[in-house]
């Protein structure tokens, strides 16, 4: 019973969630469903009309048949355009919904709180983004008006019959029951069935992605036919899941079909006795035989949208997923003057999925103005401890905070500070465009002199040398250029940010040490003048020439205090 109200409440909420997406393309969805109603309405009509032609041709009708022949052409003309006007609806809301969704959930992500360890792979994110979306989407605005013009037509088509027949209409409606318990079985299955593949699909994007995100690396490695053996499981996983969705799906259309052809079978040779026995006409018989379609069709509709409806309602719950997302403090940026340092305070921090505390009661005064290499082994928390002052990490325990001696304020460490920070991180963290695309990056509004500065000082003159200069395309991580010159361009970015306090993640591990030591020398030069508060994580020697002080880091051990 408990889970079966907990999938109740599931439910509810995934169509709580499909109302509130559809805000804003309702107008157009329910023009798409009247227009769908007009359709089945001349579907109606069209079929009356066959019937009065039919009834004026062997003489049982009084009606003219030129009228009926006319009426016939215009309603048919109708109809096409009717169908033409829905599709091009259709097409136009689910553009508009699609993006709508998808700039929706994109902005939630972007906004989201930083896990430090994401615990969803990015090809999974993708994969909701596009083929979820999709799927809602179409579901909104093509599937959800067709379903609504389906119960339409079945309700008058039963009506229609009612009045010719009413036996066997009647007949007809009592075979519903065994199709709605047919029906919830059918659902309880195609769920579960429908979840394995969309988690197998995301898993095949995974691999996708990462393997040629990392291609140069798997091929050094000489991992590539392993690489492409895992594909190969995992989409012969996929091929074997809808193999068995399609045997299951198919065994069960099959089976609804059998009784629809019986049914068919019934009307006729009921319709043929009554015709027999003069109790109908030849117009009533062959209205008999239409209206069986227009009943037995939408409810073969309705099997078919019983998949749909299954998969899309997996897609919401994996969409309201990346939407329960937590989001960030979005307050106000606060920003500072100079004369800022940071402060410490009893800081300790555990990833989620972590047995260890990365930090434990760490405490340190970074002064204004300061210089300060932290160094220590790999695992320390040394870039946590940067993530941490950037706010996008929170401690489990302390607190971190901006201070000024001079004029006694304080602040703590929220994303309202970051305005006030400069960070250049470890690895290449250029993206796709042109160098002068990244560098404003840093600063939308820099002028060219202020680029050209940063430039200089981050010894990346060599961008000015390029044929295409600042207008030099970067491929994706900076492909085209050096690991040297992506960060330098890397480098540059940051110092065109307004920020006091630096924060310098390995920012010159891959420079030879000529230029390292130019672009420390020009780094350490530029904050002193401009009295910045600077922090480096390094193993360079070099650096620490320049350093005013030197924190170092220990790993810190499971069970240790």
């Known amino acids: 019973m408990g889970s079966r109200l907990k999938r109740i409440i599931q439910t509810q909420n995934q169509l709580n969630w499909f109302v509130a997406t559809s805000r804003g393309i309702r107008l157009k969805t329910a023009i798409n469903i009247a227009v769908g109603l007009t359709i089945v309405t001349l579907d109606f009509a069209f079929i009356w009309t ?10 049982q009708s009084t009606t003219p048949l030129t009228l009926g022949c006319i009426l016939l052409a215009l309603i048919a003309i109708a109809n096409i355009t009717l169908g033409f006007a829905r599709r091009w609806i259709a097409a136009l809301l689910g553009v508009k919904s699609q993006n709508m969704m998808q700039r929706r959930i994109f902005s939630r992500l972007m906004h989201s709180v930083w896990q430090g360890r994401e615990k969803r792979h ?4 993708m994969n909701r983004l596009i083929s979820d979306a999709n799927e ?14 389906t119960l339409v037509r079945i309700v008058i088509a039963f009506s229609y019959l009612h009045y010719f027949d009413s036996r066997l209409a009647y007949t007809i409606i009592l075979a519903s029951p065994l199709f709605l318990a047919l029906s919830k079985l059918y659902i309880k299955k195609m769920r579960a069935i429908t979840l394995e593949i969309r988690t197998t699909d995301s898993s095949i994007q995974s691999i996708l992605q990462e393997s040629i995100q990392h291609r140069m690396l798997i091929k050094t490695l000489e991992y590539t036919q392993a690489t492409i053996d895992k594909l190969k499981t995992s989409q012969q996983k996929l091929q074997e899941q809808i193999r068995h969705r399609t045997i299951f799906s198919s065994t069960s259309a099959m089976i609804l079909s059998t009784g629809f052809s019986a049914g068919y079978i019934i009307t006729f040779i009921w319709g043929a006795y009554c015709l027999s026995r003069g109790t109908i006409s030849y117009g009533t018989l062959l209205a008999f035989t239409a209206l069986v379609g227009q009943i037995q069709g939408p409810i ?99 607190n971190i905070e901006f201070y000024n001696p001079t004029n006694g ?65 970067c491929g994706e991580g900076g492909t085209g250029l050096s690991e040297g010159q992506a960060q330098r361009i890397a480098i540059a970015r940051a110092l065109l940010r307004q920020g006091n306090i630096m924060l310098l993640d390995e920012a010159t591990s891959a420079l030879d040490p000529t230029t390292e030591q130019t672009v420390i020398y020009n780094i350490a030069h530029q904050a002193k003048i401009h009295g910045k508060t600077v922090l480096y994580i390094t193993h360079r020697p070099a650096v620490l020439e320049y350093c005013e002080a030197t924190v170092t880091l220990h790993k810190q051990r499971k069970g240790e205090q």
């Open 136 to 149: 809602i989407t179409t579901t909104i605005t093509d599937t959800f008006p067709s379903f609504m013009c």
């Open 122 to 125: 990015s090809g999974d994110v």
């Open 300 to 398: 073969r509709d309705l099997t078919n949208y019983i998949p749909t409806l299954v998969s899309t309602l997996a897609a919401a719950a994996r969409m309201q997923e990346l939407e329960d997302t937590p989001i960030e403090d979005e307050s106000s940026p606060i920003h500072l003057d100079k004369g800022y340092g940071i402060r410490l305070n009893d800081i300790s921090y555990r990833y989620h999925d972590s047995e260890r505390d990365i930090l434990r009661h760490f405490s340190h005064d970074f002064a204004p103005g300061s210089t300060t290499a932290i160094i220590g082994e790999t695992g320390a928390g040394k870039t946590t401890l940067i993530r941490l002052i950037l706010a996008l990490l929170q401690p489990t325990s302390g």
């Open 50 to 59: 066959t019937k009065m032609i039919v009834d004026s041709a062997t003489g």
């Open 409 to 473: 304020e304080r602040h703590p460490a929220t994303p309202s500070m970051r305005c006030n920070l400069i960070y250049v991180p470890q690895g290449n963290t250029l993206l796709s465009g042109t160098i002068h695309d990244n560098l404003l990056l840093g600063n939308p509004q820099a002028t060219p002199e202020e680029i050209q500065h940063a430039i200089h000082t981050a010894c990346a003159d060599f961008i000015n040398e390029l044929p295409q200069g600042l207008d030099t395309p």
